[in-house]
């Protein structure tokens, strides 16, 4: 790819520009990946008489050439002509916040891309930025292809080349309508017990990874009747130290009664060990006592990238968490059960909008004596199979096992991937069980709190498609085989504000987003139905 101006014509460059992880291991590993994607663009827009310019070139030092801090994205922004037609192309999770002062400062048209791939997750680093940017309200354009030689890419391209916008189909989500009765009565009355019992989210450390689509300020949040109780990883480190090995050893034995196998090795540096496990284990029940200490009703580790160099991760205790029948912990020194019978709701990757939703959800799941064990994933991919577009959700391991086949027997720990989690620790790994389901999310959109609600099935596959989509993404992690009901793979693309979506089973979907839908509405929050939402 050129690196410098090389065509006579400035009008026909393009400036090209990426942004990758903090974690060197992360960068060099899906360097390849990114380094394909950038020619196959180099070629399309050359097609179409462009040249596509890389702002900065491959460190020959790292090995990689993504950019991988704020200062370094500021920097290289700084040599970018404000008015240029700038192109963002992803092929992995990337940080947004390497890129976004830049980005909010540019003036010219902006395009994100990604590739469509299960294995390299760019769709995840591209929703992220997408959702970043609505927030931050950054105007762009957003588009993906699995090998940029499809007519959906094509068109696109040439349209964006030609007016600087894409105009995508989101016919699929409309304004919410006249609510049923009963739906419309519960919800605004959980609403109102909300705000006169507030609620607190526990927040162990703000803006995980860079997800700055995922921070609510608190403006927006008080309103609904939602405060922060802002907490430092650091402090559950320490509270992690006064759990005994005996207090632990009960949660893990507690676990293995339960069915869960735990697939050990004897290399920390790439296996499983136990002491992993015995660790995990403390930060379950310490993040339970602290979460009781401050009143929360939800919780969210940030774990990367603090604690990643002091603790195992925490995907095995947030899945606990978030599950309804779970491990007892009890208060320091004391036989009090704490929050007994009930998920201890927890936010993967501190993403308070998740939080607000899942805190929502247990509210009216509960009313409506569903279980109200829910949690969030990521966007990872998706195919065809059969007639269905079948999305592949994944998240790295906090999924509840009351979500999953077999439940807590179908549960299989594995050591989280050391290119991420250097100091390991067992994911809660399992296949999404069979079932209608409501799916989710909140976002911030012209300084407003908004919710996109639609319904969806959790689907079974045959053991060897399951296998073939493990094997292609994250081994370690949960999957769950989703359908959006009446929304097409580049609607939902075009339209979702975030790299996750929360998902929670009901066995009567309409009924339970109708009420989740006016409890959001009479918090003040924005709802807008997508595709299907009615049998």
């Not at 992995?92 to 294995?119: C, D, E, F, K, M």
């Not at 779970?326 to 704490?338: D, M």
Request: glycine share 8%.
């Amino acid at each position: 790819m050129p690196q410098a101006s090389s065509s006579e014509d400035p009008s026909n460059e393009i400036y090209l520009i990426t942004s990758g992880d903090l974690r060197l291991s992360a960068n060099q590993v899906c360097w390849p990946a990114q380094q394909d994607l950038e020619t196959r663009l180099t070629a399309a827009f050359a097609a179409n008489g462009y040249t596509l310019i890389r702002a900065f070139p491959v460190d020959p030092a790292t090995g990689h050439g993504f950019i991988s801090s704020q200062r370094m994205g500021m920097d290289i922004f700084m040599t970018i002509p404000s008015d240029a037609r700038l192109v963002f192309a992803t092929a992995a999770w990337q940080y947004s916040h390497h890129v976004l002062p830049g980005l909010r400062a540019h003036s010219g048209p902006i395009l994100t891309v990604a590739n469509w791939s299960g294995q390299w997750p760019g769709l995840v680093g591209l929703l992220n930025l997408n959702g970043s940017l609505i927030k931050a309200g950054v105007a762009f354009s957003s588009i993906w292809s699995v090998d940029f030689t499809d007519s959906f890419f094509l068109n696109g391209l040439a349209q964006w080349l030609q007016t600087g916008a894409i105009a995508h189909d989101t016919t699929h989500v409309r304004p919410l309508g006249e609510l049923p009765s009963e739906a419309a009565i519960l919800g605004a009355k959980l609403a109102v017990q909300l705000n006169h019992r507030k609620a607190i989210l526990g927040i162990f450390d703000e803006g995980c990874m860079g997800m700055y689509n995922a921070i609510i300020d608190d403006e927006l949040l008080n309103p609904a009747g939602i405060f922060k109780e802002r907490l430092s990883q650091s402090a559950l480190i320490a509270r992690m130290r006064t759990v005994t090995d005996e207090e632990a050893t009960a949660v893990y034995n507690w676990l293995k009664e339960k069915g869960v196998h735990f697939d050990f090795g004897t290399d920390p540096a790439t296996e499983l060990t136990p002491q992993q496990v015995i660790e995990q284990c403390k930060m379950y029940i310490a993040a339970v006592r602290i979460a009781d200490d401050f009143g929360c009703d939800a919780i969210g580790i940030q774990y990367q990238q603090g604690l990643k160099d002091m603790a195992p991760a925490s995907d095995l205790v947030e899945g606990i968490c978030n599950n309804s029948t779970r491990p007892p912990v009890f208060a320091e020194n004391s036989s009090r059960e704490l929050f007994p019978n009930a998920p201890v709701i927890h936010f993967n990757e501190v993403d308070e909008c998740a939080g607000v939703d899942a805190l929502i959800t247990n509210r009216v799941w509960t009313a409506l004596g569903l279980d109200p064990s829910t949690t969030l994933h990521d966007v990872r991919w998706g195919e065809q199979y059969g007639d269905d577009f079948i999305w592949l959700l994944q998240i790295s391991g906090a999924a509840p096992p009351n979500h999953f086949v077999d439940g807590w027997a179908g549960a299989t720990s594995q050591r989280q991937p050391a290119m991420y989690f250097p100091l390991g620790g067992g994911s809660l790994k399992g296949i999404g069980k069979p079932g209608a389901m409501v799916w989710s999310r909140v976002f911030v959109e012209a300084g407003a709190l908004h919710c996109d609600l639609g319904t969806g099935a959790i689907v079974s596959l045959p053991a060897e498609e399951t296998e073939r989509r493990w094997r292609n993404t994250t081994y370690q992690w949960p999957i769950m085989h989703a359908i959006f009901h009446g929304i097409s793979r580049d609607q939902f693309m075009a339209r979702h504000r975030a790299n996750h979506v929360n998902i929670a089973y009901a066995e009567d979907p309409a009924t339970a987003l109708n009420t989740k839908a006016a409890m959001m509405n009479a918090l003040g929050i924005q709802v807008h139905l997508c595709g299907l939402t009615s049998a």
